[in-house]
């Protein structure tokens, strides 16, 4: 089956699934191999994203690049074209730092169901999926996932999740975790107690995980899980994700953020090499060395001796060292010396500010203005603070939003996008789901937006951006954090990453961008979602 075939089955269920679209008939490839095919495209609202913000109908991809971009291209007769009828095309949109890799390694038939805002979708999207897994085997939602996304501000329970005929774990981010009775029945067989309502007692919810992952998980399971999740972000637009790590477990873990980092890369690099990757992923390096240990660094020392920053092809590359650098100073220091990239994030102002102090401190030694070092979701950002971290070539990432509460008496819990927008600081877009939210990129930029989280509080006070600033954050502006230049806007000479959306995100009411999705996402030339009507 194609992979138009595929997404739509998932999305929109089994009948839209027969129909292939007219125009790009023959260029869905089997999920295999995609294949870059030369291809036009004619009468669209393209938004290149480039550095004027130019608008354009036109676009030709040849060889995996963008290859002309304007109005009246003379487009030569024998390539594909597609006639989108006013559709709204944007660059393919980066995700500059999130924990894809975590949910590409989830036992089970791990199952998204970000772009589902009710519990009666949510079943009936499990119940299809329920079809292509195999009787008895787990259908499991591990991480990204929230209470908030529903309209009922809650998950679904024992007695819904029991439509589903098949075994069902859920943990949410930010809490929450549920079973059906198939799933109960098999977890109190090993001791693992259920509440009625299909939730845990104590600390049941990371034990089931953990047998789940003891019991289910094999170098076939992960890979199936590490492309479907690929698969289901290119329906949402996504060609790029920098993945920013994991906390390491040498053993099935209870946490949801936990993995053996030494080997959860291991599906993803068995895809690429098939030639299967359906989107680019940039992997970082997650360190946690206690500062003063001896001998000092034990691993992050090595890992800088032995191996290499921004190595790999166009599909699937390392970068630097994050979203933890651990060691102290002494790790920033001999991540400077080696010339590598650095991350952390912050969580408050206090953990913002040690940030910046001890990089000043690492760079009147060491220089790192050319390093392009990153701080994520930082939270409230004062001036002063953006002022010093531009003067040390700090780029901040922004976004972690739509599943976050407002701060005391409905304070903004920052960033305070607005001022940062008019900062010469480098800025860029970044979702940090996977564990502890969604990665859903419109449910993020819904939040950057209107300020609100998806239960509909204020959560921005007055920082939210405009539709097109949301945007570039997204694409152009990721291109400094992803450290290369050839994605992130569509213009001559790029790499042919792109979405075509289903709905015109910059005119429509701002409670629809929530469920905004791609109907065409290509990846280097290469289509690898399809659901044209
Ligand atoms: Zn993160």
Known sequence: MGISGISRRHFLGGAAALTLSRG????????????????????????????????????????????????????????????????????????????????????????????????????????????????????????????????????????????VDRPIFITAAQGGSRTNSKGKAWFEAKGIMVNPDGSFAGQGAGVALQTLRKELLTPETRKRNALAALQYYTRLGITTHRDSGAFHSETPSTGVANENTYTMHDPFMALNRENRMPARLRIDFLHQDPPNANPPLPTLGPRLRNSFPFFGNDWLKTGGIGEFTGGGVEGLRAIAKAGWRAEDHALNLNGVETLIRDRETVNAEIPIGQLRWIISHIPAFPLELANRANALGIGVLVGWGPTRNPGQNGASVGPPYKMLMGHPIKMGYHSDGGDITVINPWLNFYTMITGKNLAGQQILGDQNLTRQETLQLATRANKWFIWEDDIGSIEVGNHADLAVLDRDVLTVPEEDIKGTRSLLTVVGGKVVHNALP
């Open 24 to 163: 790009l008939r023959g260029l869905s490839q089997s999920p295999q191999a995609p294949v870059s095919e030369d291809l036009a495209l004619i009468n669209a609202r393209i938004h290149t994203m480039d550095s004027t913000n130019r608008v354009v109908s036109q676009l030709l991809i040849r060889n995996g690049r963008f290859t002309a971009v304007g109005n009246n291209l003379t487009l030569p007769s024998n390539v594909r074209t597609t006639n989108l009828q006013g559709r709204t095309v944007i660059p393919g949109i980066i995700d500059a730092h999130n924990h894809i890799v975590l949910v590409g390694n989830r036992p089970g038939w791990h199952t998204l169901l970000e772009h589902v805002f009710t519990i009666p979708d949510a079943i009936a999207e499990l119940k299809t999926r329920s079809a292509e897994v195999p009787r008895d085997e787990f259908i499991t939602i591990v991480g990204p996932i929230s209470a908030m996304q529903f309209t009922e501000r809650r998950l679904p329970n024992l007695t819904e999740l029991d439509a």
